[in-house]
């Protein structure tokens, strides 16, 4: 059973803005969360992550600056607000939960079912 939920995605053009939610379920409330992406052919990459209280975030060094990672953990969600996007984020993008916080994907214990983006040129 898959438990965490993404949401949000779609096709953009250049420049444009998308916000992926992900909603937890209660079990997970409080864990530290990720976000991750798997283009094409590709591994799949590190691109977030905030620690359970929210006060602690990272970026792969790719995506600093442009996209935003955030919590609501009353409503029990994680939101990626990714902002002047281009072709080369066009993944599909994966909220995962971990017990530590961690860009490695091998902590990460739950996966969501991922969310397709796609930038167009």
């Known amino acids: 059973q898959v438990d965490l939920v993404e949401s949000g995605g779609g096709l953009v053009q250049a420049g444009g803005s998308l916000r992926l939610s992900c909603a937890l379920p209660g079990r997970l409330s409080g864990s530290d969360m990720g976000w991750f992406r798997q283009a094409p052919g590709k591994e799949r990459d590190f691109v977030a992550a905030?620690?359970?209280?929210?006060?602690?975030?990272d970026y792969a060094e790719s995506v600093k600056g442009r996209f935003t990672i955030s919590r609501d953990n009353a409503k029990n969600t994680v939101d990626l607000q990714m902002n002047n996007l281009i072709p080369e984020d066009t993944a599909v993008y994966y909220c995962?939960?971990?017990?530590?916080?961690?860009?490695?994907?091998?902590?990460?214990?739950?996966w969501g079912q991922g969310t397709q983006v796609t930038v167009s040129s």
């Open positions: 995962a939960a971990s017990f530590i916080f961690t860009t490695s994907a091998a902590p990460y214990r739950d």
């Open positions: 905030i620690s359970g209280s929210g006060r602690t975030t």
